[in-house]
């Protein structure tokens, strides 16, 4: 098998992986407060990658003006957001649902770097983003009616394009892999901070709780973050987009069988909706996917 061919094989396993954290999060927020959820989600995903750091500790890291901690602290601020209110999401809407509003976010991207450099938004914009609003139109009306957790939803498509856009001004600057654990490590502290505060009593899990957690902490959070890093060494992030954009998809699926979910005719038109507003965009630029992105080399 070819480099390139191996590195879209992972990056499809990755999209799929990341389609099943939907039903898991959504199952386990009736276990868990949102915030101690990803205290402990974090926490695994931290401790599984530090065997591959200590492995790594040879690799000579490059020389940055930019301190490492310090863009650690700051993508992980803007990763804790978009969790978070995911999260929240999930309590209150459905899963499929929630991964079509979450993919916005590559959407959003493109727009936030047009306006940020005063310049005009590209033709494609303008084409995908009437689709995307037409497409979670469609999905809002199967629900019956909007729910809270739509607007959670929104707002983590929102950050998790704010991560995306802070990301590419630093990740040039670090190793992938130790980036990579510094943002997990500022989320894990984050989010501990964030469950002493609002949930004190509530901060062991149950037992019923451990095995979705540990999936979502090595699976779906630490292992996805390693074959991401392999993948996109071969494969280019117009390609990596355009598999990325699978991920809803994968979302409804893993949905349908884990907890029942079904998707009617107007809300799977509304998904193809949403998928082509995300492929469309595309042309307006080639953003990284919002779950965890990384740089592409480690030196």
């Not at 868990?32 to 931290?46: E, G, H, M």
């Not at 976010?105 to 938004?121: E, G, H, K, N, T």
């Not at 689709?131 to 929102?158: F, Q």
């Amino acid at each position: 098998m070819s480099p390139h061919a191996r590195g879209v094989l992972l990056l499809l396993l990755v999209t799929a992986l990341w389609g099943s954290t939907f039903a898991v999060v959504k199952e386990l927020g009736a276990l868990l407060p949102p915030s101690v959820l990803i205290a402990w989600r974090f926490l695994v995903a931290t401790l599984a990658l530090l065997p591959l750091l200590a492995f790594q500790r040879s690799v000579t890291a490059p020389i940055s003006p930019r301190p490492l901690w310090r863009d650690g602290l700051i993508l992980g601020g803007w990763l804790m957001a978009g969790y978070g209110t995911q999260t929240i999401a999930l309590q209150t809407t459905g899963a499929n649902r929630a991964a079509f509003f979450t993919a916005l976010s590559v959407v959003l991207v493109p727009v936030w770097l047009a306006l940020a450099q005063r310049r005009p938004l590209p033709l494609a914009l303008w084409l995908a983003l009437p689709l995307a609003v037409a497409g979670l139109a469609l999905l809002s009306w199967e629900g019956g009616r909007l729910v809270v957790g739509d607007a959670w939803a929104l707002a983590c498509a929102i950050t998790y394009a704010g991560f995306i856009v802070a990301l590419e001004r630093a990740a040039a600057s670090h190793p992938a892999l130790r980036f990579t654990f510094a943002q997990l490590l500022a989320v894990t502290a984050l989010a501990w901070l964030w469950a002493a505060v609002v949930a004190p009593g509530k901060l062991w899990p149950p037992a019923q709780a451990w095995g979705p957690l540990l999936y979502l902490g090595v699976a779906a959070t630490a292992v996805t973050t390693l074959m991401q890093t392999v993948g996109q060494r071969s494969v280019s992030a117009a390609e990596a987009s355009l598999i990325y954009a699978l991920e809803p998809v994968t979302a409804s699926l893993f949905s349908f069988a884990l907890i029942g979910e079904r998707v009617g005719v107007r809300g799977a038109l509304g998904g193809v909706l949403v998928v082509a507003a995300t492929v469309l965009s595309q042309r307006a630029g080639s953003p990284p996917h919002p779950e965890l992105p990384v740089p592409q080399s480690e030196g």
